[in-house]
């Protein structure tokens, strides 16, 4: 081989030329599709049969036939149409629509890999379809996406060669031209590999730095170390404020201004309720739920007054969860209403009834729903002060840095000051339960529903989620919770309700379900949840 030939060639203007219309091809084409791809994955992803059906034919044919027949076609039936585009556009035309179906596929299953639950989180919180998807999906799937993006850039780099059959003048072309004049195949052919090679070669630099800035364990890494540097110096992250253990949360002041008014009334604008003749807050009314022709809710009813605590207990499939979720709207229900301090979450008054809206994330944010998971959902992309002012921004409009403020004052409450950097994966499935309650205080909810809140958890950590659950109960907070935590229901609920089958078997005072349980069904189960409690409570000792 003729090294000097070869080095000459590498410098060789037509060459240079030749990359430069190969690369403007690609990315216009990549950056092209990428909309159309994002469109097709989410038609692929939609509620509706047709919307999903629809691409199923265009990503078949693109992914299933040759580019190289794809280019030649496009390039001889445009005219056809009265379409004449150059072959420049008819290259970019062509690899972009063979791209749409490869990237729409990526995309798709990036997206889909978002667990349920995000978005279920992200929802109850009030964000509405457009702010999940590019706040909470989008930044979480790009982990996913962006290695496989990367390689559809590369080839597509690689693709622009075949251009050449429709007399782009691209590097490929480029070279051949040169060959046919000198017949140094290996030289010219070498120096158009290296250049495509560096082409190649910036995308997956330019992956890797995309990758390193959506690694969160680098991050969480970063911060742990900048958190043990200022304890080092006997710093604290945030002055003033309390550490976890230390014993001293920041009290009551902290939490009241995050409790609207509505739960000492019956509905907004109203006056308080004199004790006694409190009206009801939450009023659910014949509830009736189905999913696939099994009815999981038959005819549920009962009201909930402000400030109260009701705990839904019963065995599993009894349609605690399915109720929870049917009070803010994250589950239609098919008869029935609920109303949540005089107003519908999610659903209209209509001549034919009540109807649900399109916009339940409005209405869940404008009703006060807040909702805690079982498995704290929180948003494993955002920091802990990230995950807590979302909504607070997002929905409800506040100042970032008003935002900011209000967090720190609830970490603080919570005795979790210290974390406001970190992510989800670097705390104690008991941190991320308080940072998920805080995460739903801090939009000022008038009712927080909890579902299982503590049943994720070790033993050992129950003891903090349930002491921050306390705390909101002794504030005046009115709450729903499923959960058998018997022990904390005993003390701190007003209303125990027990289900069975969808129906509610018996409710009353914790007392009366507990202690004198009228039902058979009841007292078995209660008799029980006693028995698990007193395991626990036995190999926790142990
Ligand atoms: N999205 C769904 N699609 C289909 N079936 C569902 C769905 N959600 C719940 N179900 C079914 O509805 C019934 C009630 O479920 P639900 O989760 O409300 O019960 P639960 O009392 O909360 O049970 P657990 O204590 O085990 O969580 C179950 O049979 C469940 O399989």
Do not use: C
């Not at 693109?62 to 280019?71: E, K, Y």
């Amino acid at each position: 081989m003729d090294f000097s030939a070869f080095l000459n060639y590498l410098t060789l203007p037509l060459l240079w030329e030749g990359l430069r219309t190969a690369m403007i091809i690609a990315v216009v084409a990549f950056a092209a599709a990428l909309p159309f791809s994002l469109g097709m994955a989410m038609m692929r992803m939609s509620d509706f049969r047709i919307l999903r059906l629809l691409p199923i034919p265009y990503i078949w044919v693109m992914r299933g036939t040759p580019i190289l027949l794809q280019l030649l076609f496009w390039y001889n039936v445009l005219p056809l149409f009265g379409l004449n585009l150059s072959a420049f556009w008819t290259a970019i035309l062509g690899l972009m629509l063979n791209e749409i179906a490869f990237m729409s596929e990526i995309i798709r299953g990036g997206l889909q890999s978002i667990k349920k639950t995000q978005r279920d989180a992200a929802s109850a919180l009030g964000l509405t379809s457009w702010q999940i998807m590019h706040r909470v999906v989008m930044p979480q799937a790009m982990r996913s996406i962006a290695p496989a993006m990367a390689n559809e850039g590369m080839v597509i780099v690689k693709h622009t060669s075949l251009a050449s059959v429709i007399t782009v003048q691209e590097l490929t072309l480029s070279s051949e031209q040169v060959v046919s004049t000198n017949f140094q195949y290996v030289e010219v052919f070498l120096a158009a590999g290296v250049l495509y090679l560096a082409a190649t070669t910036l995308i997956a630099l330019a992956q890797n730095y995309l990758e390193r800035h959506l690694d969160l364990e680098r991050r969480g890494h970063a911060i742990a170390v900048a958190a043990q540097a200022g304890r080092g110096r006997g710093g604290e992250p945030v002055p003033g404020a309390p550490r976890e253990g230390d014993g001293v949360e920041a009290e009551a002041p902290a939490l009241q201004k995050f409790l609207g008014p509505a739960r000492a009334s019956a509905g907004e604008g109203e006056e308080p309720a004199a004790a006694g003749s409190r009206r009801p807050y939450v009023v659910i009314n014949k509830v009736s739920k189905s999913f696939h022709g099994t009815r999981v809710l038959r005819d549920v009813s009962f009201n909930i007054l402000p400030g109260e605590v009701v705990f839904l207990i019963g065995p599993s499939g009894s349609g605690k969860t399915t109720l929870l979720r049917t009070i803010n709207r994250l589950e239609t229900v098919d008869d029935g209403e609920i109303t949540v301090g005089g107003q519908f979450v999610g659903y209209q008054s209509s001549p034919s009834g009540t109807v649900p809206v399109r916009d339940a994330a409005r209405s869940r944010a404008r009703v006060g729903v807040g909702m805690v998971f079982q498995h704290f959902n929180l948003f494993d992309h955002m920091t802990v002060i990230e995950n807590v002012i979302e909504a607070p921004v997002r929905v409800h409009g506040a100042n970032r840095a008003q935002a900011r403020t209000d967090a720190r004052e609830l970490l603080a409450w919570a005795g979790l000051a210290e974390y406001e950097n970190h992510y989800p994966h670097q705390l104690s499935g008991g941190q991320q339960q308080r940072i998920a309650i805080i995460r739903a205080v801090a939009t000022r909810p008038k009712l927080l529903l909890f579902d299982e809140p503590t049943s994720a958890l070790d033993p050992e950590l129950v003891n903090e989620v349930l002491d921050l659950m306390r705390r909101l109960a002794e504030s005046g907070m009115t709450m729903v919770v499923v959960s058998h935590e018997i022990v904390f229901a005993r003390h701190w609920a007003d209303k125990v309700v027990f289900m069975e089958d969808g129906e509610i078997v018996q409710a009353g005072s914790p007392d009366a379900v507990f202690n004198a349980p009228d039902n058979p069904r009841t007292k078995n189960f209660v008799h029980l949840i006693e028995q698990r409690s007193e395991g626990q409570s036995k190999t926790a000792e142990t």
